[in-house]
């Protein structure tokens, strides 16, 4: 995410907020009550996206996470691209031998 981005996000969570508050007082809210109900309605949003956050961390289901592995596959194709008949019948031969010793 750039920084115009997030500058963005932070005038647009801004200015919902004030929308919210207006709303809430056209609906028959006091001045007060909306705004406390629209602070609490902003702070709710604010929880949910933490949390979806810290799911997506929990769970490894991220941008970087995802690039890293498309990365890790890249070079590992890249490799198996450049090799020999000969070495990949040795590499073969290594990985069986590998499955065996584990069972």
Do not use: C, H
Not at 55 to 80: G, H, I, P
């Amino acid at each position: 995410m750039r920084r115009i981005d997030a500058i963005g996000i932070a005038i647009g969570v801004f200015v919902a907020g004030g929308i919210i508050y207006i709303i809430l007082q056209v609906a028959g809210l006091d001045s007060l009550e909306a705004g406390i109900w629209s602070q609490a309605l902003l702070v709710g949003g604010l929880l949910g996206w933490v949390l979806t956050y810290l799911f997506r961390v929990a769970t490894k289901n991220m941008t970087y996470n995802q690039q890293v592995e498309d990365y890790k596959e890249a070079v590992l194709q890249k490799r198996l691209e450049s090799m020999t008949p000969e070495e990949l019948a040795k590499l073969q031969e290594e990985v069986e031998q590998e499955k065996q010793s584990k069972t």
